[in-house]
């Protein structure tokens, strides 16, 4: 059975940062890509960051290019997504998901492609 458990949420200040970590078991956790997204209030989920198996290029969402950075340990397992000048408007859940199939050298940014998801962690940035 696939597990994913995100840490790493808590309640920041805007511009400070935060790291979030996703540990996999129940799979081979290295030849899948893994993605984060986040739902705030009222809104639908989203896509934030995803990363491939490897030698691929990782894609981000607009709105947090340039602060957010997705990696992963695939020795170690954990995904993390290091996220800095943090805005009140990036509060939400943030979620960890695993694509269906592996070896993609691709990231996706569509939840669909995803076929394992994490409880959620809370990400709160005050103002």
């Known amino acids: 059975q696939v597990q994913l458990v995100e840490s790493g949420g808590g309640l920041v200040q805007a511009g400070g940062s935060l790291r979030l970590s996703c540990a996999a078991s129940g799979r081979t956790f290295s030849i899948y890509a893994m993605g984060w997204f986040r739902q705030a209030p009222e809104k639908e989920r989203e896509f934030v960051a995803a990363i491939p198996t490897s030698g691929g290029s990782t894609n981000y969402a607009d709105t947090v290019k340039g602060r957010f950075t997705i990696s992963r340990d695939n020795a170690k397992n954990p995904v993390y997504l290091q996220m800095n000048s943090l805005k009140p408007e990036d509060t939400a859940v943030y979620y960890c998901?695993?694509?269906?199939?592996?070896?993609?050298?691709?990231?996706?940014?569509?939840?669909?492609?995803?076929?394992?998801w994490g409880q959620g962690t809370q990400v709160t940035v005050s103002s």
């Open positions: 998901a695993m694509q269906g199939i592996p070896y993609s050298l691709h990231a996706p940014r569509t939840q669909n492609e995803y076929a394992y």
